[in-house]
Every structure is written in C-alpha cells, then in structure tokens.
C-alpha cells in the first residue's frame, strides 16, 4: 500500500528503513522521501514507526479503517 503518495513510497519501502536504522520521521524522509512534499502522510508514517518500534496488539492492524 503507498503511505506516501508524492514520493511513491510503499508501507513494505518505509518497513525497510526502519529496519535499516530509520527511527524518526525526518530520517525515514532522508531514507526515502516520504514526507518530504505535501506532508500529508507524516501521521501515517509517525504511526508505521510507533508500531514497528515497539509492537503491540495494535502493530498487525492496517494503517486505514
């Protein structure tokens, strides 16, 4: 699923960041570029990181209802 639009990144993209070392929002920009153009998915990548950082119940849900 594309979490970031403007830079045509994909959830499984932004996963790879993360587990590449990425820990904050502005990293995972530098990594990939999500949310570096209209900002509108830096919620869903805020929350991508919450749950891929520290799992919980919550962590195998999608993004969107």
């Known amino acids: 699923m594309y979490v970031c639009i403007c830079a045509a990144v994909t959830d499984v993209e932004l ?30 990548v805020d929350v991508l990181l919450a749950t891929e950082l520290a799992p919980s119940e919550i962590a195998g849900l999608p993004l969107t209802a």
């Open 15 to 44: 996963r790879d960041c993360i587990g590449e070392g990425a820990r904050t929002v502005e990293e995972i920009g530098e990594a990939c570029g999500a949310g570096t153009g209209c900002g509108s998915c830096l919620n869903a």
